[in-house]
């Protein structure tokens, strides 16, 4: 249910934000399809999958505060066990790796330099895994929520990304 949510609203909002930024060049050799095509056949809008790239990995890199604000606000506060902080510096640490990773998908899906782009998405998507095992072996189930709603973000990005650069 929760994941069906969130497609839903990731789509709703991707849709609106490459109806806003599609207007810019198109990059060279890469596909024109139908958001439908894009994204398991949910909205009738057309645009180059680039934006639709750019788009996700942008809104993937942006969930990312949540988890470390909360993460930091439960270290700072001191009410949490050894094994806890372990893993929310791990995560902290980890997440901080995965924007600057989608920051750099990011740069490159604007300049329609795709060198390594795959690379890239592959590394944010190896930090959330990471950081959600540790959280899970730490017995943390809010952190791990949250860290599952920013995987999933993450990998839609990586998957609509694939269209570009494959696997």
């Not at 700072?76 to 066990?81: L, P, Q």
Request: some cysteine; charged content about 25%; aromatic content about 4%.
């Amino acid at each position: 249910m929760k994941r069906a949510a969130l497609t839903t609203v990731l789509a709703t909002l991707l849709s609106l934000a490459a109806t806003l930024i599609a207007g810019g060049d198109a990059c060279d050799k890469v596909p024109v399809m139908r958001w439908a095509d894009a994204c398991d056949k949910a909205a009738p809008e057309v645009a180059e999958v680039s934006v639709y790239a750019l788009v996700a990995a942008r809104s993937a890199a942006r969930s990312y505060g949540a988890l470390v604000g909360t993460a930091k606000r439960l270290i700072d506060k001191g009410s949490v066990s050894d094994d806890q902080r372990g893993a929310y510096q791990r995560c902290i640490d980890g997440y901080a790796t995965a924007h600057t990773k989608m920051e750099s998908a990011m740069a490159e899906l604007m300049n329609c330099d795709f060198t390594r782009t795959r690379q890239h998405y592959v590394d944010a998507v190896a930090a959330m895994e990471s950081c959600g095992k540790g959280l899970s072996s730490a017995g943390t189930p809010p952190l791990v929520d949250m860290n599952a709603a920013d995987k999933d973000r993450t990998l839609l990005a990586y998957d609509l990304g694939a269209l570009i650069v494959g696997k």
